[in-house]
C-alpha cells in the first residue's frame, strides 16, 4: 500500500526552463542563449553544484570568467536568481494538497544545490510536506541508488510504501529498482492524479 509521495521538484513542481529565464533576462541574441546555456545551464560547475562539491559562491567567478564582458551581469543575475520568480507547474500545488489532505505522507527528493532552501521555503507548496532531501547536502544524487537508500533511512520509510514522481524516467527507473513505486511526470498534473489513482492511491 502506498503510503507516502515523494516529488522531484524542478519540471514536476517549477519550472526549470533556461530558456524561459534567459527570456526573463532580456537575452535575445541567439549567440549569447548559446553561451550563457553551455558555460552556465549545461557546465560541469553546475552539476558539480548538485553533488554539494561547488556553491553559487565557488562556481560564480569560474562562469564568469568563460563569458563575454556584455554577459556578465545577466549570467551572475542567472545563476544567483534564475528560481525568482518561481513559477509552479499548473495544478500541482493543488494535486499536492489533496494528497495531504487524503493523509499521504508528502516528501521532496531533489537533485538541487545548498541554495535550494533559500528559494523553497518561499514557495506555499512547501508548507504541505513531511520532508525534503536535496542532494547537494547528502553528496549523491539521482539516479545512484544509494540516494533513494538515504531517504528511506533518513524518514523511517519502507520503500514499497513511497511512489516517487520524477520527469526524469532513468531517475524513476532507479526509484522502481529500489523498491518503490514510480510515475515519469510529462508534465501535466491531471496526468499524474490519474497515474495514481491507478497505483491505489486514494484522494
Known amino acids: 500500500m502506498i503510503r507516502n509521495i515523494v516529488f522531484d521538484m524542478g519540471q514536476v513542481l517549477i519550472r526549470f526552463d533556461p530558456d524561459e529565464f534567459m527570456d ?6 541567439p549567440e549569447d542563449r ?3 546555456s553551455r558555460e552556465l545551464f549545461q557546465s560541469v560547475e553546475w ?3 548538485d553533488l554539494g562539491i561547488e556553491t553559487e559562491d565557488s562556481i560564480e567567478p569560474k562562469v564568469i570568467a568563460r563569458v ?5 551581469d545577466k549570467t551572475r543575475n542567472l545563476l544567483r536568481n534564475w528560481a525568482y520568480p518561481r513559477t509552479m507547474i499548473p495544478g500541482m500545488e493543488e494535486l499536492v494538497c489533496s494528497l495531504k489532505k487524503a493523509g499521504y505522507g508528502i516528501y521532496l527528493l531533489s537533485n538541487a544545490s545548498v541554495g535550494q532552501p533559500g528559494y523553497w521555503k518561499k514557495l ?4 504541505y510536506f513531511d520532508g525534503t532531501m536535496i542532494s547537494a547536502f547528502v553528496r549523491t544524487v539521482k539516479p545512484c541508488p544509494a540516494i533513494y537508500t538515504l531517504f528511506t533511512e533518513e524518514f523511517h520509510l519502507k520503500a514499497e510504501e513511497c511512489v516517487f514522481i520524477d520527469d526524469a524516467p532513468m531517475n524513476v527507473a532507479a526509484a522502481i529498482a529500489c523498491g518503490w513505486q514510480g510515475i515519469v511526470f ?3 498534473a491531471s496526468e499524474a492524479a490519474v497515474k495514481l489513482r491507478t497505483l491505489g492511491v486514494r484522494f
Open 124 to 127: 506555499p507548496v512547501s508548507q
Open 186 to 188: 510529462h508534465g501535466e
Open 34 to 36: 548559446k553561451i550563457i
Open 68 to 72: 563575454p564582458e556584455h554577459l556578465r
Open 47 to 49: 552539476a558539480q553544484m
Open 24 to 29: 526573463r533576462e532580456g537575452i535575445t541574441d
